[in-house]
């Protein structure tokens, strides 16, 4: 067996082999999709090509009669006012040209399946994102307007991004009208920048607020008559200080930002650029940017969803194939523990019965297959990890076993056990174990706490009960570590609950002590049932055996000769600890009603690789760490400066720290050695841009639009570098073209319209 690909495979015990799939195997799976996926219909759409069908045909979708809004029933109209912001212009179109209410239904199910972040389980996170956001802005946004709250500036904005990282309202000031500013931090995958503002303001100080713009606007607009006589007096006296803008910045403009400054800081600069940093602003040029990031807000429903072709099988009346049964019986277990290292890792294991799996026999070999899957949560739905294969989906698990074997697993459970890197911090874990044959499938859902190096407090993890454990002489903190394995200790968890009669309860829980700690841990574990205790036990934990990260492995046995056969509770309690007492459910068991589990743990990278920083890193960056998500990656690059990976993270988490310097210092070489790759050169522009080189950001999107040829994508920031370069007929001549090969761009309609009415004055 390879040792770069061992698994942890045992039978009550007894190692066998159980090595990932080699070319026999690969057969018997490609027959294996082959019977899922046979009666499943396939559609090829990309977002250039007209609509096809599962038969290959081109759908010519004006051969389906368009039906206007209002003449829809009710609740299909409320349907497309519930989703007005979030659907895109090809799922509207073609939910208007659906011929029945039963195809509309199904259309407005499956909206919801296809953007659920965690498939397969019973909850859909976005779907109860989304309808908590539509009763926010229907109750906050609708107080000062006629419309509905979701119809406000203020309600598209928040049902798009969500609830700000904060909000600051001035609601009544002497020089300005009321303004709201919204921080955002938002997701990377959905194109905008990690770090922003918005900005409301009631226009003339009366009615609904509406989103300002720094290019139509401007921050005159915000100034109630006091404001402005202010800013006449400013220009009138020739006072016009620009704290901290430059010296030509010494017009109305600059008086206004002046008397912003005077109101509130942020203010003055949001009123300027809705980018945090933004130079081309500070330099007398108010950019294009923040318009440009406006219309990319817009198109976030196409980037969620960009190729929507589930909505033609609605059209055509095509079905999913793939019908799935929550009836696979399962029990598991998940747990955060902290390595050696200092890395937190979450554990997790899932049983089931061994006969409720694919089974397939080949050239005297037999293969069982299935699929483990599943997201781990943070309190805003986001997906901060999720568990799947190397090419995205479920992960495919398998095991290759004998004849022997496969009859011992037929009868009896399997347990299949993982792992992943994961930051510190509150989170939900949703976990599918599914026959990917038959389409059973079973399912759990954690609440985890990942910790951190040193709490304030004594603090302790989840108890877990073991099947067994054990002490490795051999272990190498820079070699394969096992699922479930913390430094030496490797540990298999007893998920099932049942313990052998006369055999041994073993309780396993981390505990976390605070620097300095002096006073010892007192744990206590009592097994008791409806007759009263059975047994007692406590154990005193000192914190001078911690390691180096003040953790102590805590393995509590408790003899169970003296215990007879049945059901008890076990509970757990740490003194001084936050958490409260845990209570499990045990059973005592005769030898014959004992089942040990086929054990299936596919051996890992340690903590030191690369790859595990990167996923921290990864992690940090969806929560908005990005300091953390740059040390956790310089760690990872430490140990393998060319890891490319890691390399093409450190950029973009760079840029989103605002250190475009960093940027252009570590791309710019990259260059020298392939100038003609375009993702770099338009990289290297974006930093030039946000450093206010806009002459080098120029020449740079120049070069990459040589290569890549003219795109919206590519010509509407390059039309803003010439915009705040003052070269307003080069910025003219861009966005017409922009606009000419995507007429669909309403935002650079307007953009246009502005730059023309600069350009003119």
């Known amino acids: 067996m390879d040792p770069e690909q061992a698994d942890l495979a045992q039978r009550s015990g007894t190692p066998s082999d159980c090595i990932p799939f080699g070319m026999k195997i690969m057969k018997i799976f490609i027959l294996v999709l082959i019977a899922v996926f046979s009666a499943a219909p396939v559609l090829s759409l990309s977002p250039a090509a007209p609509a096809t069908s599962a038969e290959g045909q081109q759908l010519n979708l004006d051969e389906f009669p368009k039906l206007d809004e209002d003449d829809l029933p009710e609740v299909h109209q409320q349907f497309l006012d519930d989703v007005h912001w979030i659907i895109t212009p090809t799922e509207k179109d073609v939910f208007l040209r659906l011929q029945s209410d039963e195809r509309r239904d199904s259309f407005a199910e499956r909206f919801w399946v296809v953007r659920d972040p965690t498939p397969g389980t019973p909850a859909n996170e976005y779907f109860d994102l989304h309808y908590e956001r539509l009763a926010y802005v229907e109750k906050h946004f609708g107080r000062d307007s006629p419309r509905a709250g979701w119809r406000t500036d203020r309600g598209r904005y928040y049902m798009l991004l969500g609830e700000p990282m904060s909000m600051k309202s001035l609601p009544n000031t002497q020089m300005a009208y009321p303004v709201e ?22 226009s003339y100080g009366t009615g609904e607020m509406r989103l300002y713009s720094p290019l139509v606007d401007g921050p005159m607009r915000l100034l109630n008559p006091a404001g402005e006589n202010q800013v006449r ?98 029990r598991a ?64 698990l398998q095991a290759d076993l004998d004849e022997e074997q496969a009859r011992t697993l037929r009868r009896g459970p399997l347990l299949h056990m993982d792992r992943m890197p994961l930051v510190p911090g509150n989170y939900k874990l949703d976990l599918i174990l599914e026959n990917n044959v038959s389409r059973e499938f079973g399912r759990a859902e954690f609440d985890l706490r990942v910790p951190g190096l040193r709490p304030d407090r004594l603090r302790t993890s989840r108890t877990i009960l073991l099947d067994q454990f054990e002490i490795r002489d051999d272990y190498d903190p820079y070699g394969r570590h096992l699922p479930f394995q ?141 300091d953390l998500a740059i040390r956790a990656l310089n760690g990872a690059l430490r140990r393998e400066p060319d890891f490319q990976e890691g390399l093409d993270l450190q950029t973009e ?109």
């Open 486 to 626: 913390v430094g030496r200790l490797v540990l298999v968890p007893s998920v099932s609950g049942d313990f052998l009669e006369g055999g041994e309860i073993k309780v396993y829980h981390q505990i976390y002590f605070p620097t300095g700690a002096t006073v010892r841990a007192a744990a206590n574990y009592t097994l008791a049932n409806e007759e009263g205790i059975a047994l007692e036990k406590t154990v005193y934990v000192d914190p001078s055996v911690a390691d180096r990260s003040g953790v102590v492995n805590q393995i509590a046995i408790l003899d169970l000769t003296d215990v007879d056969t049945g059901e008890y509770r076990l509970t757990v309690d740490v003194d001084q600890d936050d958490r409260d007492a845990e209570t499990f459910s045990v059973r005592v068991v005769s030898e014959d009603q004992f089942a040990s589990p086929f054990v299936q743990a596919q051996s890992q990278t340690p903590p030191s690789d690369p790859r595990v920083g990167l996923a921290l890193a990864r992690q940090y960056r969806v929560l908005g760490e990005t």
């Open 181 to 202: 500013i919204w921080w955002f931090h938002a997701e990377p995958k959905l194109g905008i920048p990690p770090f922003f503002y918005l900005m409301f303001y009631k």
């Open 333 to 396: 277990d998940a747990i955060a523990l902290l390595d050696p290292s200092g890395v937190p890792f979450l554990h997790y294991a899932v049983r089931t019965e061994g006969g409720r799996l694919n089974l397939i026999e080949y050239e005297e070999r037999y293969y069982i297959t299935f699929e483990v899957s599943g997201a781990v949560l943070d309190g805003q739905a986001r997906a901060i990890a999720r568990i799947e294969g190397s090419q995205g989906g479920s992960k495919i």
């Open 653 to 761: 988490l760079l840029m989103d720290a605002g250190r475009y310097e960093d940027v252009i210092r570590l791309l710019t070489p990259e260059l020298v050695q392939d100038p003609g790759n375009d993702a770099l050169l338009v990289t290297v522009a974006q930093a030039n841009a946000n450093s206010g080189r806009h002459y080098d950001a120029i020449r740079y999107y120049e070069r990459a639009r040589m290569i890549r040829g003219d795109t919206p994508e590519l010509l509407n920031p390059l039309a803003a570098e010439y915009f705040a370069d003052q070269q307003l007929d080069k910025a003219r001549q861009i966005l017409e073209l922009s606009l000419q090969i995507e007429p669909e761009q309403a935002e650079m309609e307007r953009l246009l319209n502005e730059v023309l009415l600069q350009f003119q004055q």
């Open 233 to 330: 007096q400013i220009q009138s006296s020739g006072a016009n200080q620009q704290f901290g803008m430059p010296q030509q910045y010494d017009g109305e403009i600059g008086a206004a930002y002046q008397v912003l400054q005077d109101v509130d800081g942020e203010l003055a600069q949001v009123s300027l650029s809705f980018i945090p940093g933004d130079s081309s602003a500070l330099m007398g040029a108010q950019s294009l940017r923040s318009e440009m990031m406006i219309a990319d807000i817009a198109m976030i429903p196409e980037r969620i969803m960009p190729n929507p072709m589930w909505a033609y099988r609605a059209l055509t009346g095509e079905t999913e194939a793939s019908v799935r049964f929550e009836t696979l019986p399962m």
